[in-house]
């Protein structure tokens, strides 16, 4: 047992969920107790989606705990066939249902000889992987099950695109930031004449799955979800993946030039050359290169930052922050335990140590040490920072509703590098003119002497009435006082008693 | 009673394939209520990140609730569950020092069946601090019925009163109980002689339900007006304040979800319970109150101008619901008295979804909507106990009403079809009991209609792309 307060990465039933809620006419059926179908409010509130998400519960109760759930998975799977005509059903075990070790793919086997969907049962043990393994698994299974009936039925063409074309893989619900970068990720191979063959899962269809292996390369932007499925398909069709991260100056230079690696293996006649094209890129059309040049910037020359989050985010932002910024991070660390070797290895020299953990305490005690004078992290990190006064950057999932933004925030390719320079510079500035405020003692020192709207005493609280009043959170508190008050004065009413604050309330009609 | 309503009342029972809160979540509002407690749910990965994202920013502000996460090693047997609960609790200790540990079993507990009843004595006396056992499981409860179990394990904690001639407080209870109410017992012995004293009128009458420390003593003045005065409340602000228990002591319920607590303060407390409906809105407190004093032999005084006065003063809200049309979803328990209200108020109930229903229990809540049907000359809504959400949705599709109050999954798919929401779990969380606070609950119901109000006229209600070969 382990005493935990919060976690950075949530359940294996959440990645399959998140997977295969991405793909366009799947329904994913959980096999959970009543209460587990969380998943739907969290996409439906921090996406704000405008359609039900696909995921329903075949309830696990006490009737299934004394006899099994018998037909009930079965009739489920059934039901939500003839109901919404997916095109698929991933069956999704939980932590409940792998205790209670029943046969699920019995289930799945049965269900499929009388539904029209295809069925699988996602292949992840909850005990075994986090949420993020567990997506980038489910995701493999469903590109493998779908190749694989390609093959049987004869239906797999693997020729390639005449024109160069490329899949992106890993663009999925709830992921941080995921819908821009996907955006800013065409936008770069359409600037490099490259054709987008497929981007998976997130609003892909099952029944195109199998022209994957159409595309010349494969573009894994996240270490995260979707390197397994790259795996595998270089291992079945020799396709070649980058897996490098576009994020940040440098980086997106280094996967530009892969991209043009595998693009001239496959061409004969004419050569690609996108050198032109990245130096016209980061000089003139990404401002972080020039930003980081400016005066503006010296001051930020040596400071100390702190960087936490996934594998990907958090090595990615410590090589800008040390490479592109000079500034000094004094510690960085990934929650992705099982990523470890390799976030150690991008991050080697770039940082004075290096932390490992899924213990927010940890984190929160490493900060407090070091002192930072910003902290680039998750939400956690965020209210850690609030808690010792230093500012944060949000940088990486686990990540609340105002992380999902409205307005276009990439954090990868040429676009993404200006985001991050504002980012990275908002976090500091402010934290300068904080300190800088309490130097001088504030901005006004004249000294606000009360914000209702008369001063005059010739109201008396009694003594449980003030009591009341303190029980009143602090932000509406003085609006009770003021209405209250108010109240006893149409009233002529001089001493205020609890029951003339009840009164006030009821008598309140705007 | 209960016989004679369910003739003339339909009930119907779908699938149970419905959206709602792990009833885990009730630590969300007990542990503030209960100030020196700790709240440890043993269960896995899900539950803790069903509570982290469910209660948000709570998270942040160092709660007096935790995780013990099962690993693979407590749920193969390879750990000894003793020994752990053991070592975790021995830190909450040393942390927090909590007067009461809360242990919230989970469904995972429940499979794999670990002892936690079996287990919490034990480690109670080598830990010297009381460990509560509740089983708040999705297996067997929907959300508010978490309260429910934490209410009725609370329960059995309360001391016992005896009533001697002199009227003294003797608290007879496991040692821990007298360890603490020792320092206290001579000042407790002094309070609950006074106020026997100045109203020698009704017997103990203890309030059961956590509610905000406003709306308690909201409701505590209440009473007061009609000289009944509230011996103690289940939950009290403090564990070490629970109230006094016996043959003599009536109870009363405030919420319509806590069944399990009443028959546990009936069958295993002795008490007597006051059946009655329940303070939601201007009526259901009127009728509370009316029950209340009833049963004591007590002429109620001016309760219906507080009544109408308190109508009175929600005309402008009341203007903006009559005849509107509402659609209960169910996911909370509070249906049918938030419906009866409705109905009061002028409004159109077309279904009232209902996780579970104690027809026992609501039987006065029941009878009472049933008199408000009659008295506003419609018939009563269908009862759809269980409900199946999906099924739910294609009558909403056909019914088009005018406000849907409905959990947070549907809520905002509902309103890119047009149809107006408003997110159910705001009425566990608001303050809604009580003449007072009935303008709160308008508030809530109105928002949705207030907000269109606005939006109205500007010709994009409908924000889904049209859905091509589906129904």
């Not at chain 1, 004869?154 to 024109?163: A, F, N």
Request: charged share 25%.
């Amino acid at each position: 047992m382990k005493l935990a307060y919060w976690m950075y990465a949530g359940p294996a039933h959440i990645g399959t969920l998140r997977v295969a809620s991405s793909f366009k006419n799947v329904h994913a059926i959980m096999h959970a107790p009543l209460g587990d179908d969380y998943f739907n409010v969290m996409r439906s509130m921090l996406e704000r989606e405008r359609d039900f998400t696909p995921v329903t519960a075949s309830i696990v109760d006490r009737h299934v705990l004394a006899r099994g759930s018998q037909e009930k998975v079965v009739d489920n799977i059934t039901r939500k066939d003839k109901e919404e005509r997916p095109d698929l059903i991933v069956l999704t075990p939980t932590c409940t249902s792998s205790i209670l070790q029943e046969d699920l793919q019995n289930f799945v086997d049965r269900a499929s000889i009388t539904s029209n969907s295809d069925v699988i049962l996602a292949d992840v043990n909850h005990y075994r992987v986090n949420e993020l393994q567990a997506a980038d698994r489910t995701l493999e299974q469903v590109v493998r099950y779908y190749l694989e009936k390609a093959r049987r039925q004869g239906t797999l063409d693997q020729s390639i695109t005449k024109e160069p074309s490329a899949n992106i893989i890993g663009i999925f619900t709830l992921g941080f930031h995921n819908q821009h970068d996907c955006r800013e990720l065409k936008r770069l191979l359409q600037d490099l004449n490259i054709k987008v063959n497929k981007v998976i899962p997130e609003g892909g269809s099952v029944k195109d799955l199998q022209d994957l292996p159409k595309a010349w390369f494969n573009l894994v932007p996240y270490r995260e979800v979707g390197l397994m499925t790259a795996i595998y398909l270089e291992k079945k069709f020799g396709m070649p993946y980058i897996s490098i991260t576009p994020m940040g100056i440098v980086d997106t230079a280094e996967c530009i030039r892969q991209i043009q690696k595998h693009v001239n293996n496959l061409v004969s006649d004419k050569k690609f050359n996108y050198e032109p094209y990245i130096d016209q890129q980061t000089r003139f059309v990404s401002q972080a290169a020039w930003f980081s040049r400016s005066i503006d910037r010296q001051n930020l020359t040596g400071k100390k930052a702190v960087v936490f989050g996934d594998a990907t985010h958090a090595a990615s932002i410590t090589r800008i922050l040390a490479r592109e910024m000079g500034i000094r991070v004094s510690c960085t660390g990934t929650y992705c335990k099982h990523d470890a070797e390799w976030f150690k290895e991008q991050v080697q020299g770039f940082c004075d140590e290096i932390l490992i953990t899924d213990d927010h305490t940890k984190v929160g005690d490493m900060i407090a040490r070091i002192e930072p004078s910003a902290i680039f992290g998750t939400q956690m990190e965020r209210h850690i920072g609030k808690r010792l006064d230093i500012p944060c950057g949000v940088i990486s999932s686990p990540v609340h509703i105002q992380n999902f933004p409205l307005g276009y925030r990439p954090f990868l390719g040429y676009e993404g590098t200006n985001q991050i320079a504002d980012l990275v510079y908002n976090s500091f500035t402010l934290g300068m003119e904080d300190h800088l405020l309490e130097i001088f003692g504030g901005h006004d020192t004249k000294e606000v002497i009360t914000k209702s709207l008369s001063t005059d005493t010739d109201l008396t609280w009694n003594y449980e009435s003030q009591l009341e009043l303190n029980k009143i959170p602090g932000f509406v508190r003085g609006k009770i006082k003021r209405n209250t008050e108010k109240f006893a004065r149409q009233n002529n009413i001089t001493d205020i008693t609890v029951e003339i604050m009840y009164a006030a309330k009821e008598a309140l009609s705007a | 009673m209960s016989n004679k309503i369910s003739e003339t009342l339909t009930f119907e029972c779908e699938t149970g394939n419905y959206h709602t809160f792990c009833p885990i979540s009730c630590v969300a509002w007990l542990y503030q209520k209960i100030e020196d407690s700790f709240f440890l749910v043993v269960g896995t990965k899900t539950c803790g990140y069903f509570l982290q994202n469910a209660l948000g920013v709570m998270i942040f502000a160092e709660p007096r609730y935790a995780m013990a996460e099962l690993e693979e090693g407590d749920i193969s047997a390879q750990l000894n569950d003793y020994e752990e609960l053991k070592r975790l609790c021995l830190q909450i200790k040393k942390d927090r020092n909590p007067s009461v540990i809360i242990w919230i079993g989970t469904c995972t507990t429940e499979i794999i069946k670990m002892d936690l009843e079996g287990m919490a004595p034990k480690l109670e006396n080598e830990l010297g601090i009381p460990i509560v056992v509740a089983r708040a499981n999705g297996l067997d409860y929907a959300f508010t019925q978490g309260e429910d179990t934490v209410l009725a394990a609370m329960a059995h904690r309360c001391p016992e009163q005896i009533l001697l001639g002199d009227r003294k407080r003797v608290i007879q209870n496991s040692n821990i109980q007298n360890f603490f109410s020792f320092l206290s017992l001579e000042k407790k012995e002094e309070t609950t002689n006074k106020y026997f004293e100045k109203s020698k009128k009704n017997p103990p009458l203890v309030l059961f339900g956590s509610l905000p420390s406003t709306v308690a003593s909201q409701l505590g003045s209440e009473s007061k007006r009609q000289s009944i005065q509230v011996s103690g409340w289940l939950p009290a602000q403090r564990y070490t304040d629970l109230p006094s228990l016996g043959d003599q002591v009536y109870v009363c319920g405030v919420n319509p979800f806590l069944s399990r607590t009443a028959t546990t303060l009936m069958r295993r407390r002795k008490c007597k319970l006051i059946g009655a409906p329940f303070p939601i809105g201007p009526d259901g407190t009127r009728a509370w109150i009316e029950k209340i004093c009833s049963v004591f032999g007590i002429e109620t005084e001016g309760l219906e101008k507080r009544e109408e006065q308190i109508w009175e003063n929600l005309k402008d809200y009341l203007d903006l619901v009559r005849g509107k049309s509402v659609f209960f979803m169910g996911d909370n328990l509070l249906e049918i008295s938030l419906a009866r209200f409705s109905i009061r108020c002028g409004m159109i109930v077309y279904e009232i979804g209902i996780p579970y229903l104690d027809k026992r229990y609501q039987a006065a809540e029941l009878l009472f909507s049933q008199n408000t049907c009659k008295n506003m000359s419609i018939s009563m809504p269908r009862i759809v106990e269980k409900p199946d959400n999906y099924n739910q949705i294609q009558r909403m599709r056909e019914l088009q009403p005018d406000l849907a109050i409905t959990g947070m999954a549907h809520a905002n798919p509902l309103e890119a079809r047009g149809i107006n929401t408003k997110w159910s779990v705001e009425f566990t969380f608001a303050q809604i009991h009580g003449f007072t606070n009935a303008r709160d609950v308008l508030e809530l119901v109105t928002r949705p209609l207030r907000r269109n109000n606005n939006l109205e006229n500007l010709g994009w209600s409908d924000l889904t792309k049209k859905e091509k070969n589906k129904n």
